[in-house]
């Protein structure tokens, strides 16, 4: 499975920004795709999910209600629509595909192919 994330970029706080990314060698089933990001000195946080299966999405609370994950089956794409950025979204974020566990979906340890992540900036 490759994963690559493009459409990281510096924007200024209140901006928005469409991350991609692109999934091949994997076959879209019973599976989850996620975002997750990374602040320097911070720990990986899964940020949104989308279920293959029945396209159910799941968010954290630090992006709901402006962040939305979407996706397209037929391309093997999947996009995270960001909105109302934030200084503290400054990160590394990443996309990922794992385990639909609905317990705890945006639990990193469910994801074991990931991308090589695309860097978000936001200034104040």
């Known amino acids: 499975v490759q994963l690559v994330e493009s459409g990281g970029d510096l924007v200024q706080t209140g901006g928005s920004l469409r991350l991609s990314c692109a999934i091949s060698?994997?076959?879209?089933?019973?599976?989850?795709i996620g975002w997750f990001r990374q602040a320097p000195g911070e720990a990986r946080e899964g940020i949104s999910c989308?279920?293959?299966?029945?396209?159910?999405?799941y968010y954290g609370d630090s992006v709901k209600g402006r962040f939305t994950i979407s996706s397209d089956n037929t391309k093997k794409m999947v996009y995270l629509q960001m909105d109302n950025l934030r200084p503290e979204d400054t990160a590394v974020y990443y996309c990922?595909?794992?385990?639909?566990?609905?317990?705890?979906?945006?639990?990193?340890?469910?994801?074991?192919?990931w991308g090589q992540g695309t860097q978000v900036t936001v200034s104040s």
């Open positions: 060698g994997f076959t879209f089933d019973d599976n989850a």
């Open positions: 989308i279920s293959v299966r029945d396209s159910s999405t």
């Open positions: 990922a595909v794992g385990s639909f566990i609905k317990a705890s979906p945006l639990q990193p340890l469910w994801y074991d192919s």
